[in-house]
């Protein structure tokens, strides 16, 4: 191999390394510590009226929010677990895909839960009929990932040529890259949201939903990735199988994108659609190759 892939070799491997995700692994369980009972006391503070905010803060109505902010924090994590899995295969790195949203979806249920109301029919208030079809949409995703997960365990593992690790490598190069630029854009995001929040006038807009801040522009990055990889491939692979699962993959990543752009059943039903049709989509390869 080439220099410049030895580099990237050593590179992702010192970056990445295993010591590095345990320190990560541990920072991420303090602070998902921390931040709950900071969350807690924040509530707790409001409630006895020792702070008031100059906006609508729902997260600090009910207890059972506090449970949002550690969630918040594993995300972040998991986010660094895809770009690390990002090199070892497609099927890998859409299946953390799929975690994440999942997550993401859950996180939004402990949110949304002080938008309950119990004094009117169930059906008739909007964010009611959101926690079902939250409720509903992690159950069907729990279990769609868990076949995708099960359809992935049962793909042949390749011995790696020479071909396949300059590929390998080079979707190295393309984690170092996407770390700092994820980093800069969570920043950017958080900040943004943070600043609009409290020192927007009363005639601007509104910022974009605090369930979609960051990951908007994340899964929009993750996109270009995922097409830069794709592109990649087409240098070591030339069978259509492979590079029509890939091509699928991809889309999976777009209609989750897309699903940020909408509300209510229509953004369930687009996650959920997004998982399925990666199911389908490993389920025909796994059919090809077989025959093959």
């Not at 859950?106 to 909007?126: H, M």
Request: aromatic content about 16%; some cysteine; charged content about 20%.
């Amino acid at each position: 191999m080439t220099k410049t892939y030895q580099f990237f070799n050593s590179s992702f491997e010192r970056i990445f390394s295993d010591a590095n995700q345990k320190h990560l692994e541990r920072a991420t369980l303090w602070l998902s510590i921390i931040g709950f009972i900071i969350h807690l006391i924040l509530i707790y503070s409001k409630k006895f009226n020792l702070f008031h905010t100059p906006f609508e803060a729902r997260l600090l109505d009910d207890p059972i929010s506090a449970i949002y902010t550690p969630f918040s924090i594993i995300l972040v994590y998991e986010i660094y677990l895809l770009i690390v899995y990002l090199p070892r295969s497609f099927t890998t790195a859409v299946s953390k895909q799929f975690e994440i949203i999942s997550l993401i979806i859950i996180r939004r249920i402990f949110g949304d839960i002080p938008k309950v109301e119990l004094d009117v029919n169930w059906f008739e208030f909007a964010s009611n009929r959101q926690l079902i079809y939250d409720l509903v949409g992690v159950l069907l995703l729990y279990f769609l990932i868990y076949l995708f997960n099960q359809r992935r365990e049962k793909l042949p593992k390749k011995e790696l040529n020479e071909r396949l690790k300059k590929f390998v490598s080079s979707k190295k190069a393309v984690s170092l890259v996407l770390l700092p630029v994820l980093i800069f854009t969570s920043f950017y995001s958080f900040s943004s949201w943070f600043i609009e929040l409290f020192f927007a006038s009363e005639n601007t807009t509104a910022f974009s939903d605090i369930n979609a801040v960051f990951y908007n522009e994340f899964f929009t990055i993750l996109i270009l990735a995922d097409v830069f990889i794709l592109l990649l491939s087409f240098q070591y692979t030339e069978r259509y199988s492979q590079l029509i699962r890939n091509t699928g993959f991809v889309i999976c990543t777009i209609l989750i994108r897309l699903s940020f752009a909408t509300s209510g059943l229509t953004n369930v039903l687009l996650i959920l659609s997004s998982v399925l049709f990666g199911l389908l989509i490993l389920r025909t390869y796994q059919a090809i190759e077989k025959e093959s």
